[in-house]
Structures are given as structure tokens and as C-alpha cells.
């Protein structure tokens, strides 16, 4: 089992910044791949960002690319989103997920989630 808690959520203006973290417990961290997933009020979950095992293969969804970074500090048993230059269609619940390959395919484990709203 492997548990995952958010936090750095919050609310900022529009070209604002803020950093989300994901603490991971339980087995080997760096044996998971990492994503972050957001969901909008009345819209399903989708795909933001991803990271690999050691952290040297990284994927976007286009909306965020060269906006978001996602990285992960191993020895901290965390994975990071930061997020600059936030539009108000960023507004949503921030989830990150854990998956055993080393390729980010699909979510074995959650985290609860961590709201992020973006002002105009």
C-alpha cells in the first residue's frame, strides 16, 4: 500500500504561482511513477502532468507545457507540480497518483486531493 497526501493548495490571482506537494508513505517510492491529475467542478479528471521512476521522463497535457514543472525529490518520498503563470480555467481539485511501472500508465493509488483556485 502506498498512501499519498497532498498539500499547497489555495487560492491565488490569475499569473500567480503555487506549488503543490504529494507525500508518499509506505512501500518504495522511487519504484513508483508519479502523476498529477486535476478535476474541475462538473467535469471528469483529467491528466496534467507525469514523472518516471528516477524523474528523467516527464509528460504534460499541452494546456500546461511551460507553465507546470512536476519533479520528485526521492529521498524525500515526494512528488512536486509547480505551477506558474495560473489561469482561472486552472481552478480545481489536485490529485496526484502513484502507478508500480516505471512509465506513468494508470493510477494504482490516490491521494485525497487539494483545491486550487485561480482568481480573475
Known amino acids: 500500500q502506498v498512501q499519498l497526501v497532498e498539500s499547497g493548495g489555495g487560492l491565488v490571482q490569475a499569473g500567480g504561482s503555487l506549488r503543490l506537494s504529494c507525500a508518499a508513505s509506505g512501500r518504495t517510492f522511487s519504484r513508483y511513477s508519479m502523476g498529477w491529475f486535476r478535476q474541475a467542478p462538473g467535469k471528469e479528471r483529467e491528466f496534467v502532468a507525469a514523472i518516471s521512476w528516477s524523474g528523467d521522463v516527464t509528460h504534460y497535457v499541452d494546456s500546461v507545457k511551460g507553465r507546470f514543472t512536476i519533479s520528485r525529490d526521492n529521498a524525500k518520498n515526494t512528488v512536486y507540480l509547480q505551477m506558474n503563470s495560473l489561469k482561472p480555467e486552472a481552478t480545481a481539485v489536485y490529485y496526484c497518483?502513484?502507478?508500480?511501472?516505471?512509465?506513468?500508465?494508470?493510477?494504482?493509488?490516490w491521494g485525497q486531493g487539494t483545491q486550487v483556485t485561480v482568481s480573475s
Open positions: 497518483a502513484a502507478d508500480s511501472r516505471v512509465l506513468f500508465v494508470a493510477a494504482d493509488y
